[in-house]
């Protein structure tokens, strides 16, 4: 699974997904707790519904997943269209002041943090000289546009496996697997906060500590607002 994110998906968007998934599952899980907790849900229901919110969460899960990989496909193919347009643009200049600009416009953003004024009209002039001479690629959809929704699924469904366990193993005492399975899902999101922090040469122990106060207080404000 690692070496299908790392070639398909760009880390970042790994861990966000991961990070969507398990929000996901503890809207259901937590809302469940609120609701036998008020006593809106009869302590009967503590017995014997476990498998079935397994297959609840695991099904709208999936579904989501299958919903982000479908966007991912479309923003891969868009973004080419982007990069298509960009090409044709430059190709189709009356100036290399003009084409400078355009490059400017979609680049700049980027460049400007990290290089000076100087240096971005040097890479404007390179970048216009290649796009002049390049030819226009295949912009449809291709085989890795299908991996990456593939991955996405998958890592979906990966991602809450190990909160949904607890559903599975004690489906006869429902409102203690809730719990451990709430609680198994902030320490995946720690995780992920976590691993975040390395990739981006953070704290690893404070970002781990801020994606879960922020995954609370996501499920929160959902709850709040009727979700």
Not at 17 to 34: G, N, Q
Not at 46 to 61: K, M, N
Not at 148 to 165: D, E, H
């Amino acid at each position: 699974m690692s070496s299908i994110v790392g070639e398909f998906i760009d880390p970042i968007d790994a861990l966000l997904t991961i990070f969507y998934s398990i929000l996901f599952a503890l809207l259901f899980t937590l809302s469940y707790s609120v609701l036998i907790y008020r006593g809106v849900i009869s302590s009967s229901f503590a017995g014997g519904y476990g498998r079935d919110l397994f297959v609840t969460i695991l099904g709208a899960t999936t579904a989501w997943g299958i919903i982000e990989g479908v966007l991912y496909v479309m923003s891969e193919v868009l973004t080419r269209r982007e990069r298509h347009r960009l090409l044709q643009y430059v190709q189709a200049s009356d100036s290399d002041e003009e084409a400078d600009a355009a490059i400017g416009n979609e680049l700049d953003f980027i460049l400007e943090p990290i290089t000076s004024e100087e240096q971005r009209h040097a890479l404007h002039r390179d970048i216009r000289v290649y796009l002049s001479q390049a030819q226009p690629q295949a912009i449809g959809l291709k085989r890795e546009d299908v991996m990456g929704a593939v991955a996405t699924v998958l890592l979906y469904v990966v991602a809450v496996l190990p909160s949904l366990l607890p559903l599975l193993i004690l489906p006869n005492d429902t409102k203690l697997a809730i719990h451990i399975s709430s609680v198994v899902s902030f320490l995946v999101i720690f995780a992920t906060g976590c691993v975040w922090g390395i990739h981006t040469n953070a704290n690893p122990w404070k970002t781990g500590l801020l994606l879960s106060s922020v995954c609370l207080a996501m499920v929160l404000v959902a709850k709040l607002l009727g979700g």
